[in-house]
């Protein structure tokens, strides 16, 4: 088996994605994020009467989980029932780690396609990694220059 610290996180040739953050000798709250061909500025929440140069890490675990969400379920509604209305998926990060999520449609959905859609909804990628506990494996390598 492969030694993960020594594995370059570069591709998601082992895995589904691989994200970087690289965090500048020069900044202090601001990172530059690579997703596959993205690139995305990512900050610190900002200081009372500061500004942000990006979302936050939080906010991106929100955004992430509503749009993985939003996208599952409009297979699922679309393969299903020629579902034709709009989805809008709304993710509230909560004191204590709790992750509320409000799924509003805007076409009537009758108690069976409702119910068809919360079980969906529950079975979304992110939601079932972060609903059975995730096992975080965090290695440390050193390198005498980091480039992006």
């Known amino acids: 088996m492969t030694d993960p610290a020594a594995t370059p996180y570069t591709t998601a040739q082992d895995g589904l994605a691989v994200a970087s953050a690289l965090l500048p000798a020069t900044e202090e709250r601001v990172t530059a994020v690579h997703v596959g061909r993205q690139h ?20 991106l675990l929100a955004a992430a989980l509503a749009s993985d969400t939003a996208i599952t379920l409009r297979s699922h509604l679309d393969s299903t029932y020629s579902y034709g ?64």
């Open 85 to 148: 209305g709009d989805l809008e998926v709304v993710v509230a990060v909560r004191p204590g780690w709790v992750l509320d999520v409000r799924v509003t449609y805007t076409e009537d959905l009758d108690a069976e396609q409702l119910d068809g859609a919360r079980e969906v909804a529950g079975q979304a990628p992110l939601t079932r990694v972060l609903g059975t506990g995730v096992e975080l494996r965090t290695t440390f390598a050193h390198s005498s220059a980091l480039t992006r």
């Open 40 to 59: 995305l500025t990512v900050s610190a929440p900002p200081h009372p009467g500061g500004g942000s140069a990006g979302p936050s890490p939080l906010g």
